[in-house]
């Protein structure tokens, strides 16, 4: 169904396929979505090209726009140069986070959204409400509204897991750093 004039328009940062799947089917009543790929974090970079590959496929099942923004993973390292040793869970996932919802709220800013979201607080090991105070943040420095929501509601991991199977997508065993490798 064609979204009506009316409906919001919403960048949605996907940290994975599988993650996305979930939330699309979520928020697709709601919003006229495009989804944003901003994941420097993703290493080595023949990891980071696959779990791309995944969310190609998950866009493309969903008939939606992706845009795919630079492998910044030079930026993202100076960003969070001197936590290397930190758990994961810890400061350097903060910065993580932030590294990659400012940049998608800049592009939403800049392209005329007026909502941003983000699937990273899909799974179990993420802070949802650490990762939601940070969009909301972003949001009210640029004009924008952050939809906060717990996308692990309503079962939302195990609709992912479901989903990514009938998608037959690739699903990662680590977060995406070389350090959340390392542990
Ligand atoms: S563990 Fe995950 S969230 Fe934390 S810094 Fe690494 S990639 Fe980012």
């Known amino acids: 169904m064609e979204p009506a004039d009316s409906t919001p328009k919403l960048l949605l940062h996907t940290c994975c396929g599988p993650c996305a799947t979930a939330v699309i089917e979520q928020l697709t009543p709601r919003f006229e979505i495009e989804c944003f790929w901003y994941n420097p974090n993703i290493q080595p970079e023949a990891e980071y090209q696959r779990r791309l590959e995944g969310m190609r496929v998950v866009a493309e099942a969903a008939a939606l726009p992706l845009i795919e923004a630079e492998y910044d993973e030079a930026g993202w390292e100076a960003a969070i140069t001197g936590l290397q040793q930190e758990p994961e869970g810890g400061w350097r996932c903060q910065v993580c986070f932030k590294y990659r919802l400012q940049r998608t709220a800049q592009h939403a800013a800049e392209h005329g959204f007026t909502h941003f979201a983000t699937t990273l607080g899909v799974s179990p090991y993420k802070n949802v409400k650490g990762i939601n105070t940070i969009g909301e943040q ?13 996308f692990r509601k309503r079962n939302g991991f195990q609709r992912s897991v479901q989903l990514s199977r009938e998608l037959h997508l690739y699903r990662q065993n680590y977060c995406g750093c070389r350090y959340s490798q390392r542990d």
């Open 138 to 150: 972003y949001a009210q420095q640029l004009g924008l509204s952050f939809v906060a929501e717990n």
